[in-house]
């Protein structure tokens, strides 16, 4: 069974960073994209962003582009979610997800379909 824990979430503020981890068990990370989404109260939940099997792609909804950055650990089984100057709605449910296929095109995985999804971690704003 594909499990996925996250975690680093916490209080952000204006100008700091937080990082956020993804640990999957259950399978090897090798070969699988990763992905991020996350879901402010009263919100629908949004894509973020997502990175391909090897690491050397990455893909970013426009509004963290720029700010946020993913990376892999593959000998880890662990992703992660890098987040620089964080804004008030940046502030949410953060949810990591993987692909129940492998090689899928990081560009799919702004569709929340066939994908598994971790339990989530809370971002809260400070202010």
């Known amino acids: 069974q594909v499990q996925l824990v996250e975690s680093g979430g916490g209080l952000v503020q204006a100008g700091g960073s937080l990082r956020l981890s993804c640990a999957v068990s259950?399978?090897?990370?090798?070969?699988?994209?990763v992905g991020w989404f996350r879901q402010a109260p009263g919100k629908e939940r949004e894509f973020v962003a997502a990175?391909?099997?090897?690491?050397?792609?990455?893909y970013y909804s426009d509004s963290v582009k720029g700010r946020f950055t993913m990376s892999r650990d593959n000998a880890k089984s662990t992703a992660y979610l890098q987040m620089n100057s964080p804004r008030t709605e940046d502030a949410a449910v953060y949810y990591c997800t993987t692909s129940v296929a492998p090689f899928r095109t990081i560009t799919t995985m702004a569709r929340s379909g066939d994908i598994y999804w971790g339990q989530g971690t809370q971002i809260t704003d400070s202010s």
């Open positions: 990175i391909n099997w090897s690491g050397a792609g990455t």
């Open positions: 259950g399978r090897t990370l090798t070969n699988y994209a």
